[in-house]
């Protein structure tokens, strides 16, 4: 049994209960962990307390070295990272391997960012006044990760909060913790005791975290759901709060594309990680010139593709993450024939161990179907027609969340009005679900409004100051009292 990492130490903590972590691939069990209660939670969070007195005064230049030294020794350990996260997560080598180098990337990346930026100097209104805005971490951060992308998400919140002074206490999912620990082991070991704490635990220890009054910042990525519990919790304790929730993102095809192109670059966008993406691809839009083509090219390329482990280098698609993930693809695809549409291929559970799901093609989908209006997570692509490029960005915009949203076309004025007119954080024009680490990352409406990447994403981490300096305290004429000057 694996433990929680609290103040540079391994410890079962106070837990009394464990969690089983399996293989989705094969259902099998890797290893347990403790169920963190409250208690542990507290431990971990009075830890990073402490770490926080010096760890917020150690300066940019030796707090970037030892960000660097968390991403070599990520590098030195990359293959048994992928590994795990392969056994843990389901999803292929490949993507893992990406995976793995997103992670020690950004801690690359905000080692170098966290030296810039940290505030401004600005024109006083008074002579021999300083003004100056400084920018200060905000103290203990809890990190709520999902299961999707464990150490990419992990590292895109803890990378920019340790480079802006904070110390952290994460809380990785329920379901795949044992990279999470398996980092604690191979990249923290060099700092300061308290700066990274883990505990290991469901929801109610996610909870603990939230209401832990010594908390001041939240940054959680995970469902719209959990995320509004946490906002409930929040707010009255008006705690900083940066969220990354769902998505439903629409892909539109345009007709000047190429429909064996299209369709290749479609089913990436929606399969990838079976479909268990926040910004894959949920909803296909086709103009109905085009769609017997583009659809019949989408069925032929998915039923080319080989479902299995991922550790199996023939892999393309690997399974999904649990049961209860794959009953909301099964009651997705079901309301959806119920209500008029036809599954093309896939539409069924395959019989093998292992939670997977066929990669499936619908048509004859519209908006009163849950297909198209809320999060599937699964390997599916529903296709819809189009009149006109009008009706498409009304249909993309037609959705409670604004994570993503992709265009395929070489019309330069599509892609203006697709830009300016779309609603969602990151809009992709023939090149889906790609990230740069100078860009920001993140959502619109539902789906939250915080930023990871970028500057905006060490931003998200550090609150500002303003400092007012009389530096010779000279008497104000405004000063109280006012009857002498009457
Ligand atoms: P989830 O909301 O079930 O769980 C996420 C994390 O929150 C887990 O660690 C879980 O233990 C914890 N948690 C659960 N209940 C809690 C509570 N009451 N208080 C505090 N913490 C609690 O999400 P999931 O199933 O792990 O992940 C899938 C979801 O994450 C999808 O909706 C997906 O779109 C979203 N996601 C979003 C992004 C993004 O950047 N916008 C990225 C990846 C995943």
Redesign the pocket.
Known sequence: MKAHYINGQFTFGRATATIRVDDPATCEILDEVPLGTAQDVDDAVQAAKRAFESWKRISASERAELLHEVSRRIRAHKEELVELLTREEGKPLPENEEEVVWTYNTFDYYAELGRHLRGRVIPSTEDGVLNFVIKEPYGVVGC??????PLL?LAWKVAPALAAGNTVVI????MTPLTTLQLCEIAFGHLPPGVVNVVTG??TT??A??RHPDVPMIA???????GQ??ASIAAPMMKKTHF????KDAFVVCDDADPELAARVVAYAALINAGQV?TSTERVYVPQTMAHRFTDAVVDFVRSLNLGHGLDPNTDMGPMIGDRYRQKVVDHVRDALARGARVLTGGNIPNRPGYFYEPTVLVDVNHSMKVMTE?T?GPVIPIMTYRDFDEAIRLTNDSIYG?GACLYTSDAKKVRRFFEDVKAGTIWINDPLTDNYAGP???MKY?GGGRELGEEGLEEFRETKHVHWDIEARPKPWWLPYHKNA
Do not use: Q, R
């Not at 709520?144 to 992308?149: E, K, R």
């Not at 959680?220 to 959990?226: E, M, P, R, V």
């Not at 990354?244 to 998505?247: N, P, S, T, V």
């Open positions: 709520i990760v999902p299961w999707n992308y998400l809380k990785p999912s329920e469901d929801g996610g909870e975290l939230v959680f990525t995970g469902s719209l759901s959990t519990k946490i990354e929730l769902g998505g926040c999060e997570f994570l990352f993140g959502g789906t």
